[in-house]
């Protein structure tokens, strides 16, 4: 089958890509705006080969879009690009909007149009798959909250939604278009929302990359408020794997929460990075010292913590990777490829704090 992937340049996209080309048949159209996330170095190892094939297009673009779907005509759309990170989304909340929602209602209605003129079996296989984030759902109960030995909730697909930042609510304004789309239009679709992806080729902004190239750098090691803020970690390769499995296994008009099993404190997340350098890397003295607590962010949810058992029920999907084999091959990841972060770090970005709101 071609698979459209909207993001491809991007963390979990480019993953995604990787995946289909090194473990299918597949072909891939990479449709891709690339902003400051997106970075086509990522692609390195799969660029020539000639099931892979790239579009530099900005999702909102309608023209440009029905191009696309025209002429590489598509079995299948995986669509990931978005604004993706929360302490962007306080700073400057538009642009979120604008690719999040309006992208993603462009390439639906551009996808409806492509599928309505479809016939027998290319109209019978075709499907649209969104990928999404837990962060929709809002914030869970965290154990400090509760009395001990509470069972506490998780995710699951039929959690209300409650985003609390301009990131999750611009998400969650996408779920709801394509969910609409299929109710109204009979378009084919498929949402999935994750938990937080760690790994290979993360932009630094996020905390476990940020961590390590601080860490490295003799940096101060930034932790929000007391650091006991809860996500669960999936290795993006997981991610990817269940996603291409979603995408053509699962069944058209359902949502699958993926997580990884692994509930973490960030202070949790940070300590173990630093250990693991210690081993791996070390240096007169220990990188925890470094460790330093900053004001939290407003409006910072304390805990997510997604029920996958759907997915692994109904489509036999679980991560091969622990928190710990994961994070060491991430950690060995950053210090192995140096010159693919620092090329990133050679643009706007370096490294700074972001999403203060003052």
Known sequence: MKILVTGGAGFIGSAVIRHIINNTEHAVINVDKLTYAGNLQSLTSVSGNTRYAFEKVDICDAEAIKDVFNNHKPDIVMHLAAESHVDRSIDGPGEFMQTNIIGTYTLLEQARAYWSNLQGEAKERFKFHHISTDEVYGDLPHPDEVEHGTELPLFTEETAYEPSSPYSASKASSDHLVRAWARTYGLPTLVTNCSNNYGPYHFPEKLIPL????????????????????????????????????????????????????????????????????????????????ITFVADRPGHDMRYAIDASKIQKELGWKPKETFETGLRKTVIWYLENETWWQNVLSGDYQLERLGQAE
Do not use: F, S
């Not at 993926?258 to 070390?282: R, W």
């Open 211 to 290: 961590v390590i190239l601080n860490a490295v750098a003799g940096k101060p090691l930034p932790v929000y408020g007391k650091g006991n803020q809860i996500r669960d970690w999936l290795y993006v390769e997981d991610h990817a794997e269940a996603l291409v499995l979603v995408a053509t296994e699962g069944k058209v008009g359902e949502t699958y929460n993926i997580g990884g099993h692994n509930e973490k404190q960030n202070i949790e997340v940070v300590k173990t990075i630093c250990q693991i350098l210690d081993e791996i890397k070390p240096k007169a003295t220990q990188y925890a010292e470094q």
